[in-house]
C-alpha cells in the first residue's frame, strides 16, 4: 500500500515539474495540470476501488469466523446440557481451531480497512485539489489576461515615447530651416537695400548700350514728323 501511495506522489511531483518547464503561460499550465491530476484521479479512483474490494472480502471473510466461532460455542454448550462432554470437546477444539484463523483474519481485515482509508482519504483529497485548481484556475487567467494587456500598454508606451523624441527632434530641424530661411531672406534685404543706395546702378541699365536701337530711330522719326 506504501508503495501504491509512494507512486502516486511520485506521479503528480512529476507533472508539475514537467509542466514547470514546458509551459511559460501560467494559464497554459494550470490547464495542462488540471488535466494530469484528473488523469492521476482516475488511476486513484480505480485502486481505491480494488483495495475497498479488498477490504470487503476480508471483513467478509471474518464475519463468517466470528458467525463460526459462535456457531460451535452454541453447539458445545447444547452438547454439555445433553450429557456428552465427548461431543463438547470436539466442538470446542473446532471452535478454538477457527478462533486462531479468525486472529489471523482480524489482522489482515484491519491491515485492508486502513488501506482503503489512506486510498479514500488520497482520493478525496485529490478531487478536492482538482476542484480548487479549477476554482482558482479562472483568477489565475485573469491575472495573465491582464498581465499580457499592461505588456501591450508598456510596449505601446515605448513606441510612443519614441514618436515624442522624433517629435523633438523635427522641432529642432524646423527651427534650423527656420534660422536659414530667416538669414537667407535677411541676406537678400541687405542686397537688394545695396543696390538702391547706388544712383549710377540704378541709371546704368538706362543707358546700357545693350538698349534697343530700332525703338529708339522709331521714337525720333515720330518726334520730328510730329515737329514734337
Known amino acids: 500500500m506504501s508503495n501504491i501511495l509512494s507512486r502516486f506522489a511520485d506521479i503528480m511531483s512529476a507533472n508539475v515539474n514537467a509542466l514547470l518547464d514546458k509551459f511559460e503561460d501560467p494559464a497554459k499550465m494550470c490547464d495542462q495540470y488540471i488535466r494530469n491530476m484528473t488523469e492521476d484521479l482516475a488511476e486513484v479512483k480505480k485502486e481505491t476501488a480494488e483495495v475497498m474490494a479488498e477490504e470487503k472480502r476480508c471483513k467478509r471473510l471474518y464475519e463468517e469466523n466470528l458467525a463460526q466461532v459462535e456457531k460451535y460455542t452454541n453447539l458445545a454448550k447444547k452438547a454439555l446440557e445433553a450429557g456428552n462432554d465427548e461431543d463438547a470437546k470436539v466442538f470446542i477444539a473446532k471452535k478454538q481451531e477457527l478462533e486462531a484463523r479468525g486472529a489471523s483474519l482480524k489482522t489482515s481485515y484491519d491491515a485492508a480497512a486502513a488501506n482503503s482509508e489512506k486510498m479514500r482519504q488520497l482520493h478525496d ?48 530641424m524646423e527651427d534650423k530651416a527656420d534660422r536659414m530661411l530667416d538669414s537667407a531672406n535677411a541676406e537678400a534685404e541687405l542686397n537688394a537695400a545695396a543696390e538702391v543706395a547706388d544712383p549710377a546702378k540704378a541709371l546704368e541699365a538706362k543707358y546700357s548700350s545693350g538698349g534697343n536701337q530700332a525703338v529708339e530711330d522709331e521714337l525720333a522719326a515720330m518726334k520730328a514728323e510730329l515737329g514734337v
Not at 495573465?144 to 494587456?149: L, P
Open 125 to 172: 483529497k485529490l478531487t478536492t485539489d482538482i476542484q480548487q485548481l479549477k476554482d482558482r484556475r479562472e483568477a489565475v487567467k485573469a491575472k495573465v489576461a491582464v498581465a499580457k494587456t499592461q505588456e501591450t500598454i508598456n510596449k505601446y508606451a515605448g513606441a510612443a515615447e519614441k514618436h515624442a523624441n522624433a517629435m523633438d527632434v523635427f522641432s529642432r
